[in-house]
C-alpha cells in the first residue's frame, strides 16, 4: 500500500515536497516512480528512481526543477519540486514497479499506486 502527501497551493515560482509512504516488505526492491494527471488530460510520467537510488530520470518537462529521492529504510519515496509553474498543476501520484522492472517510464510496469495528492500552483 502506498500513501502520498504533501500536496497543497502554492503560487508560481514556489516549492513543494510530496511523500510517499509504502508498506510491507518489497519497497527496497522496488523501482519508483511518480506520474501526474492534470484535469482532462491523461496521466504522465515524472520521475523514477531505481531501488538503491543509483540512478533516476526525469521527463523534460520536470528535468532540472524536481528531484525525487527515497530512503528505503524509511520506506519513503519524496519529489522535490521546486520552480513550480502553474503547467505543474495535477494530481500526483506514486507508484512501485512490478516483479522483475528495473527502470521504466510506463505506467503498465508499475503495479503499486497511491490515492493521489493534489498540486495546485497558481499564477
Known amino acids: 500500500q502506498l500513501v502520498s502527501s504533501g500536496g497543497g497551493l502554492v503560487q508560481t515560482g514556489g516549492s513543494l515536497r510530496l511523500s510517499c509512504l509504502a508498506s510491507?516488505?518489497?519497497?527496497?526492491?522496488?523501482?519508483m516512480g511518480w506520474f501526474r494527471q492534470a484535469q482532462g488530460k491523461e496521466r504522465e510520467f515524472v520521475a523514477q528512481?531505481?531501488?538503491?537510488?543509483?540512478?533516476?530520470y526525469y521527463s523534460d518537462s520536470v528535468k532540472g526543477r524536481f528531484t525525487i529521492s527515497r530512503d528505503n529504510a524509511k520506506n519513503t519515496l519524496y519529489l522535490q519540486m521546486n520552480n513550480l509553474k502553474p503547467e505543474d498543476t495535477a494530481v500526483y501520484y506514486c507508484?512501485?514497479?512490478?516483479?522483475?522492472?528495473?527502470?521504466?517510464?510506463?505506467?503498465?510496469?508499475?503495479?503499486?499506486w497511491g490515492q493521489g495528492t493534489q498540486v495546485t500552483v497558481s499564477s
Open positions: 510491507g516488505r518489497t519497497f527496497s526492491r522496488s523501482v
Open positions: 528512481i531505481r531501488r538503491a537510488g543509483e540512478s533516476t
Open positions: 507508484a512501485a514497479g512490478k516483479q522483475g522492472v528495473i527502470a521504466s517510464i510506463l505506467e503498465s510496469d508499475f503495479g503499486s
